[in-house]
């Protein structure tokens, strides 16, 4: 008769195991936090985000200071008017509200910082 297959165990004795009150690592599984989920509006956000750090107006995560690009700001604006064009008819009243704020918004500071530097 054939030997079966009964597989394996695998018991995780990494240092951020659970530990009981004793201190002793525990067997007990350790639940991982799901990040947030994404939806249009943080979606959306994020790039708005992102052209305000080109602005210089927050710290570049990355750097941890602030610099300004401006090629990268209208690069970014324009990524968000591409996602403007090629959503429309699908988003929700509020979404387009959003988005179309945004990027008047974002627009204009560009069109701002652009006249400054001339």
Request: glycine fraction near 6%; charge should be negative; charged fraction near 35%.
């Amino acid at each position: 008769m054939p030997e079966e297959d009964k597989g394996f165990t695998v018991i995780d004795r990494r240092n951020f195991a659970a530990k009981d009150k004793s201190g002793e690592t525990s067997q007990e599984e350790i639940k991982e936090e799901k990040p947030a989920g994404v939806d249009f509006t943080s979606f959306v956000l994020s790039f708005g985000t992102q052209a305000y750090i080109h602005f210089g107006d927050l710290d570049d995560p990355t750097t941890k200071k602030k610099s300004r690009d401006l090629p990268l700001a209208k690069q970014t604006i324009d990524v968000l008017g591409i996602i403007e064009e090629k959503t429309r008819g699908n988003l929700t009243d509020e979404e387009q509200r959003l988005l179309a704020s945004l990027l008047y918004d974002l627009r204009m500071r560009y069109v701002e910082e652009i006249s400054k530097s001339s």
